[in-house]
């Protein structure tokens, strides 16, 4: 079955220090799709990134990059210079589905970070 | 803003209530989630539509259907509530079907059964 585990439950930094959220996750699948989620005070969940198995290399979106390791199946999220916008529960995400024409999304439990000034 | 529309925003109701839950995906996406948070559950996905056709269910009670319509919006009906429903439903939409389609969520649907 698929798994996802975010095992930090909440973070806090204070403005300006880098911080890396980990994700790791179980899949029988050789293909796979792995997402990360943004949920702010305000409830929304905002999309990140998506990365497939056999995309390896690593993301840079300004301050957020992305750290995919299929060797210890994780795929963890770094900001850098975080703010205190930066303040959210971030959610890992593992697409189930295959081939078979669903799709369905397996969350970790989400790490909350709180950013203070 | 992601580009999917959910109605309403806030619901509260009665145990033993039925309510409905209204989602319009994002321009030219057939397909349509609906995911249910819970502070004990967590993200949970309910079921997904494709061009009106349901594509997959996950743990979705028996007292919740759900529907997409040719317009491609859908609804969620929740009945017979109990206190246990109160969360927030996310409804989502992507392009296709299959897996690897980016999932775009809508800003949810608060529900509480009081």
């Known amino acids: 079955a698929q798994k996802v585990t975010q095992a930090q439950t909440e973070i806090s930094v204070v403005e300006k220090e880098d911080v890396t959220l980990d994700c790791v996750y179980e899949?029988?699948?050789?293909?796979?799709?792995l997402f990360w989620y943004k949920q702010p005070p305000s409830g929304e969940l905002v999309f990140l990134i998506r990365?497939?198995?056999?995309?390896?290399h690593n993301e840079i979106s300004g301050r957020y990059s992305w750290n995919f390791q299929k060797s210890t199946s994780s795929f963890n999220f770094t900001i850098t210079a975080s703010q205190v916008v930066d303040s959210a529960v971030y959610f890992c995400a593992l697409s189930e589905g295959g081939n078979t024409g669903f799709q369905k999304l397996v969350f970790g439990t989400g790490t909350r970070l709180l950013v203070s000034p | 803003d992601s580009g999917v529309t959910q109605t309403p925003k806030h619901l509260i109701t009665a145990t033993g209530q039925r309510v409905t839950l209204r989602c319009s995906p994002r321009?030219?996406?057939?397909?349509v989630y609906w995911y249910q948070q819970s502070l004990d559950q967590g993200l949970q996905f309910l079921i997904q539509?494709?061009?009106?056709?349901?594509?997959a269910k996950g743990n979705i009670l028996e007292r919740f259907s759900a529907q997409q319509f040719p317009d491609l919006h859908s609804e969620l009906n929740l009945s017979s509530l109990e206190l246990g429903d109160s969360a927030l439903y996310f409804c989502?939409?992507?392009?296709?079907?299959?897996?690897?389609?980016?999932?775009?969520f809508g800003e949810g649907s608060w529900l509480t059964v009081v």
């Open positions: 321009s030219g996406d057939l397909s």
């Open positions: 539509y494709y061009n009106g056709e349901e594509r």
């Open positions: 990365r497939n198995s056999f995309d390896e």
């Open positions: 989502a939409s992507s392009v296709g079907e299959h897996h690897g389609n980016t999932i775009y």
């Open positions: 899949t029988r699948d050789t293909t796979y799709y």
